[in-house]
């Protein structure tokens, strides 16, 4: 076995059983904090949700769910107010870059901004037989317009060449 090997697994064996010894000593009875689905202090709600297959594949207890949503909570809490911190400073950011434009730019900008809106909107309400449907004639639109104009080349190629002949 490589040395690279061992030692991967050697840490992975230390975190397991550190993971083992924290488990164990875990008051079994212990209260579990509540996590009430709506209670923040920040505009965003707070959804329990477990992470994608942890129900099904490793056949969680309930107190095992509930203590994955006060973790979840927990951590909510704590990173709402960074990601509000984030939103704030994304908009200043935009405000600046926008005070660099022109008022006939920036109109031009709104303009496209309005209207891709609208088009994911109108996309957004389609089955997705349409929107495949919609993404097929795309594809087939673009690459006939490959073939016209490669075909354009090839007979503005070809014309030149018979010019140049006796």
């Given amino acids: 076995m490589k040395k690279s090997n061992r030692l991967v697994l050697g840490v992975g064996m230390l975190v397991v059983l550190v993971a083992l010894v924290a488990w164990a000593q875990e008051p079994k009875d212990a209260p579990q904090p509540k996590t009430p689905a709506n209670e923040t202090t920040t505009k965003k709600k707070f959804y329990r949700q477990l992470p994608q297959y942890y129900k099904q594949a490793a056949d969680l207890k309930q107190n095992q769910v509930d203590q994955i949503y006060a973790i979840q909570y927990e951590y909510f809490q704590k990173m709402a107010p960074l990601e509000e911190r984030i939103d704030a400073l994304k908009m200043e950011r935009d405000a600046k870059v926008q005070a660099v434009l022109t008022a006939d730019q920036l109109l031009r900008v709104n303009a496209a901004i ?24 795309e594809k087939e639109a673009a690459e006939k317009a490959r073939q016209d104009a490669l075909r354009k080349v090839l007979q503005e190629s070809e014309g030149g060449t018979n010019k140049t002949k006796p």
Wanted: aromatic share 4%; glycine share 4%.
């Fill in 114 to 137: 309005a209207e891709a809106k609208r088009e994911l909107e109108i996309f957004g309400k389609l089955t997705r037989a349409q929107r495949e449907a919609i993404k097929r004639a």
